[in-house]
């Protein structure tokens, strides 16, 4: 753990890896476009006259855990940065109908109601982190910048057909939250989860870039674009477990002041 490390340097840290790879990739490289094959997924299957049938059906994982988690926000009083976690919820459960929109019709104008949603989900849950870890204040005015960065970002690639921003905003923040979770403390505990998360979402891109590969082994069976659907899900599936352990008096008298 790097807690010990001055306050100052730590946020300096901080916002480097935040901000230091989109200044790199903006002055080294120039415009990436979409790949028009980025759309040719390997399991294109039409099953119950519907195409792409499990690439689409399996966006139901992002709907179950969207839904547990504002069921929980609904229904219990949730400590934390909670306005944040309410929208990195909602993001999720947006994700499966953009994704399953997408997946019916692969094309770039599709895949920008994908991409929305998961850039909303990205940034709620950056803000919350940050909320949670660097300073509680700061949720009020950093999350409606995080959404509005987030949401431009696809705007941007949809009219200029380059993905810079986009990318910077899908690993940027991640970059800086592995960094977060090593250098500061926590306000409340469980955090296991979120390292467990981590690794799924790890998982989740490995299938994205091996979905011929994994078509082919299966022997047809699943590809996988389809399994990454579904690591992907139970990425925010342990961040739900995380804030409903949350819930128990154990982790009550755990909570530590901000």
């Not at 028009?36 to 299957?45: I, Q």
């Not at 709907?63 to 940065?81: K, S, Y």
């Not at 399953?100 to 998961?118: C, F, G, I, K, Q």
Request: charged residues 10%; aromatic residues 14%; contains cysteine.
């Amino acid at each position: 753990m790097l807690t010990r490390t001055p306050a100052k340097s730590r946020n300096l840290t901080f916002g480097l890896l935040m901000l230091a790879p989109l200044v790199v990739v903006f002055v080294t490289m120039g415009p990436i476009a979409q790949d028009s094959a980025y759309h040719g997924l390997a399991d294109g299957r039409t099953l119950f006259g519907i195409p792409n049938f499990v690439n689409v059906a399996t966006n139901v994982g992002f709907l179950v855990v969207g839904a547990l988690g504002l069921h929980l926000f609904f229904t219990a009083r949730v400590p934390g940065a909670t306005r944040s976690w309410a929208v990195f919820f909602l993001g999720i459960l947006l994700i499966a109908f953009g994704s399953a929109h997408y997946h019916l019709h692969p094309t770039h104008e599709t895949l920008v109601w994908d991409r929305l949603p998961m850039t909303i989900a990205l940034m709620a849950l950056f803000s919350a982190l940050v909320a949670e870890h660097v300073s509680p204040d700061a949720e009020r005015k950093l999350l409606p910048v995080a959404l509005a960065t987030g949401i431009f970002s696809v705007v941007w690639w949809y009219y200029s057909d380059d993905l810079r921003f986009y990318a910077w905003v899908q690993f940027g923040p991640l970059a800086a939250t592995l960094y977060m979770l090593l250098a500061y403390a926590g306000r409340y505990p469980h955090r296991g989860y979120l390292a467990l998360g981590i690794v799924f979402y790890a998982i989740a891109k490995v299938c994205e870039f091996a979905d011929g590969a994994i078509f082919s082994a299966t022997a047809g069976a699943i590809s996988g674009h389809s399994l990454k659907h579904l690591a992907a899900a139970l990425a925010p599936l342990c961040v739900y477990l995380m804030l409903r352990a949350r819930l128990t008096p154990y982790s009550a008298s755990l909570r530590q002041s901000p």
